[in-house]
T-cell receptor, first 114, second 113 residues
């Protein structure tokens, strides 16, 4: 049982490049989400999914796309990277949507856009 | 404008003493609150939660207090241990369905042996 896994751990992109951050969970969780963490700020929700085939925007969705074709995987796509997207990205999952369900976080991906 | 504030970026406490981490919020619609702990190079891990129908929740060495009228919550760790040294995030939600939490910026706790 690996929990929530994220790849890669580190990534450097040039402005305008695209890439996909991978997130997978093996706990059969319905709810998955992506956050970014910037210095001096808390985690901010980018996109979330309440189940396969269903996604929705969070607080800071611009510049990011997501899809949820399976229960296990929730990739985050950067379409055209910008320096403002330099951040640490965390994926999380919980059994179901709802604040009483504990969220499990992955170890994070540190992204630098030059 | 931050809806969830943790005004102390850092806190140092002696081992065995009490650690008190504070969190203030501005949105009176928030009805569920959580604390997460984060070690370097790891994701946050859930610590303890409280809903707005309570004013206190306890789990071992960790107690969270909620003062709704003051829009303030605090996390008490007694006794503090060196392994408690981490960044602590307060988070709040007004969404009964989703997990759309608003996180504070975090407080770095250092427990000195």
């Amino acid at each position: 049982n690996a929990g929530v896994t994220q790849t890669p751990k580190f990534q450097v992109l040039k402005t305008g490049q695209s890439m996909t951050l991978q997130c997978a969970q093996d706990m059969n969780h319905e709810y998955m989400s992506w956050y970014r963490q910037d210095p001096g700020m808390g985690l901010r929700l980018i996109h979330y999914s309440v189940g396969a085939g269903i996604t929705d925007q969070g607080e800071v969705p611009n510049g990011y796309n997501v899809s949820r074709s399976t229960t296990e995987d929730f990739p985050l796509r950067l379409l055209s990277a910008a320096p403002s997207q330099t951040s640490v990205y965390f994926c999380a999952s919980s059994l179901r949507a709802g604040p009483s369900y504990e969220q499990y976080f992955g170890p994070g991906t540190r992204l630098t856009v030059t | 404008d931050q809806q969830v504030k943790q005004n102390s970026p850092s806190l140092s406490v002696q081992e065995g003493r009490i650690s008190i981490l504070n969190c203030d919020y501005t949105n009176s619609m928030f009805d569920y609150f959580l604390w997460y702990k984060k070690y370097p190079a790891e994701g946050p891990t859930f610590l303890i939660s409280i809903s707005s129908i309570k004013d206190k929740n306890e789990d071992g060495r960790f107690t969270v207090f909620l003062n709704k009228s003051a829009k303030h919550l605090s996390l008490h760790i007694v006794p503090s241990q060196p392994g408690d040294s981490a960044v602590y995030f307060c988070a709040a939600s007004d969404d009964n369905y989703g997990q759309n939490f608003v996180f504070g910026p975090g407080t770095r706790l250092s427990v000195l042996p």
